[in-house]
């Protein structure tokens, strides 16, 4: 099976890969687990200045991102027949979810465009299928730091990117959940104890205590993800 396989546009290729280049998705990379290509949307500006932005249709403050100069850096970006999803990075989009995410890990790569300025057109969103995807409601001053986060959250999940196969799966979100407490070694740190469960061996205890501990803290914390029963919206 060929790598899982990445291609943002974006106008500061140089910030990629960026944080990816480090630990688990770093390594993955280096692997070639997955891969990661940036196009610079400059490179399909327009005239001796390569412009790539407008003034608003309608007035007001800001640029906007042309739509026929996008759409010339995705049609050179993407072979015929490439069927990854085309993500747009945008704060008005459907939040990104656990579940979004292991879907899009488990298919063969994605398409990310990063929004600058106001944004982009509305007519390459139409025109090229985009699926506008938010990491969260506020608003970054680009798209590149959104696609990263989705991009780490993807690659952590491709097959023999994470040490141990059971480490993805009792994490927060898993199991509708916020995750239980962790404690390691010293045994003793401030003042402050282990809960003594976890030093009793007993592993049937341990593991309904933490599941406790995970309902408790999610009903406190998060009783959203309760009440809608699969930890997803
Ligand atoms: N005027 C726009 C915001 C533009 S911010 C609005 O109010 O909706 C510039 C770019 O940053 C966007 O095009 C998008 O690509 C990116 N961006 C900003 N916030 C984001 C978020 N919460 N999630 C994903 N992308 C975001």
Do not use: N
């Not at 879907?103 to 063969?108: H, P, R, S």
């Amino acid at each position: 099976m060929s790598p899982w396989r990445a291609s943002v546009l974006t106008l500061f290729p140089a910030m990629f890969p960026g944080p990816l280049g480090f630990s688990l998705a770093g390594e993955a990379l280096g692997r070639g687990s997955f891969s990661l290509e940036a196009h610079d949307i400059r490179a399909h500006g327009l005239g001796r200045h390569r412009a790539v932005d407008d003034a608003p249709a309608g007035g007001g403050a800001g640029m906007v991102l042309r739509a026929d100069v996008l759409a010339a850096a995705l049609d050179a970006a993407l072979a015929p027949g490439d069927a990854r999803p085309r993500l747009m990075m945008s704060p008005r989009g459907r939040p990104l979810t656990q579940r979004r995410v292991r879907e899009l890990a488990a298919g063969e790569g994605a398409v990310l465009v990063c929004g600058r300025f106001e944004g982009v057109d509305e007519r390459v969103i139409e025109g090229r299928g985009l699926e506008e995807v938010s990491i969260g409601d506020y608003v970054l001053s680009g798209g590149e730091l959104a696609a990263m986060v989705l991009l780490d959250a993807c690659v952590r999940l491709l097959p023999g990117v994470m040490g141990k196969a059971e480490s993805g799966e009792e994490e927060s979100f898993e199991g509708g959940l916020l995750e239980y407490p962790h404690y390691t070694r010293p045994r003793e740190w401030e003042g402050r104890g282990i809960p003594p469960v976890l030093l009793s061996g007993d592993h049937g205890r341990i593991k309904a205590w933490r599941r406790e501990e995970a309902l408790r803290l999610t009903a406190a914390r998060r009783p959203d993800l309760l009440a809608r029963g699969d930890g997803e919206p």
